[in-house]
């Protein structure tokens, strides 16, 4: 019996205790239903917003990298203001969440060293625009197209469409080389001929293939010269200028050509030879 009585008075205490504070919970049950309506609401604002944002810069014919990098950083901005009013909404002090936060943004900073490195280096990215989407780039050892400028890293696709992603501080880090940047590039051959081979020829040859494809521009006019004496071939250079999206079209068009174009004329592209001298002694002759 006294079992039954400590349950049956327990029952009528949290009975008594819910009655006593309805008003209490009630005020508790609203604003925790708030603040998770303020979580849910605000963060579809916040996409929202995002995304006329990003409309916007498309409208105006914003690089989509930039574009990327911008439309995250206000996303990531904004769902942080809506997490304060949430947080607010169910009593917690706005200016005690100000300083936690803070205080837990300079232990997460002094513990994530490299990813605000990657952030501040996204933002000079962007800034400075040493390269823009689509472009074809080297980053720290990486060649390929760009993707996108993320907050903290940046995105190629390889011409093997292999995706690397590369942080952004290696990319302020390292040397960029954008190689769409101008609307022109120099194709840069290196051919070699036999010493037999007579020279001036051999230039009419190379300087008439050059002057005659007509994806290589007229000027600057194309160059072609005698670059060194190897130790087994005179290297003529072969540089010509052509726009910048037919530089790969171009230089794999002039190898054969070229090669067919010398072995027309007669003159020897000499490759590494070995000879072998085998000697017999007297005791086997």
């Known amino acids: 019996m006294s079992e039954e009585n ?17 008003d209490l919970l009630t005020q508790y049950g609203v604003n925790i239903i708030s603040a998770l309506l303020i979580l849910v609401v605000g963060n579809l604002v916040v ?4 995304n006329s944002m990003a409309g916007v810069m498309r409208k105006r014919n ?8 911008l439309h995250g950083f206000v996303r990531y901005l904004l769902f942080v203001i809506v997490l304060i009013a949430a947080l607010s909404r169910v009593g917690v002090q706005t200016a005690s969440v100000i300083a936690i936060l803070g205080a837990a943004g ?9 990813s605000l490195a990657n952030f501040a280096a996204g933002v000079l990215i962007v800034m400075f625009r040493p390269f823009k989407s689509g472009d074809y780039v080297e980053l720290a050892g990486v060649a390929g197209s760009v993707e996108s400028i993320q907050v903290f890293s940046t995105v190629l696709t390889t011409p093997d469409n292999k995706m690397v992603v590369v ?37 009419a040859v190379l300087t008439d293939i050059v002057t005659q494809h007509p994806l290589i521009i007229k000027d600057p006019e194309p160059n072609v010269a005698v670059m060194t004496l190897a130790d087994s071939s005179v290297n003529f250079v072969v540089r010509p200028w052509v726009k910048t999206e037919d530089y790969w079209s171009v230089y794999f068009e002039l190898l054969p050509t070229i090669k067919e174009a010398l072995d027309e004329n007669g003159i020897e592209i000499p490759f590494p030879q070995m000879s072998v001298h085998v000697e017999r002694s007297e005791s086997q002759a």
Do not use: C
Request: aromatic share 6%; glycine share 8%.
């Open 47 to 50: 996409k929202g917003l995002a």
């Open 6 to 22: 400590t349950v049956v008075e327990g029952a009528k205490w949290a009975q008594t205790w819910l009655m006593d504070n309805q």
């Open 62 to 69: 914003m690089d989509n990298a930039v574009m990327e990098f």
């Open 167 to 203: 942080p952004n501080g290696s990319v302020i880090s390292s040397p960029i080389t954008n190689y769409s940047k101008h609307a022109t590039r120099r194709i840069d051959l290196t051919i070699g001929v036999a010493y037999s081979a007579d020279l001036k020829k051999t230039k």
């Open 106 to 114: 300079l232990a997460v900073g002094l513990a994530l060293q490299g």
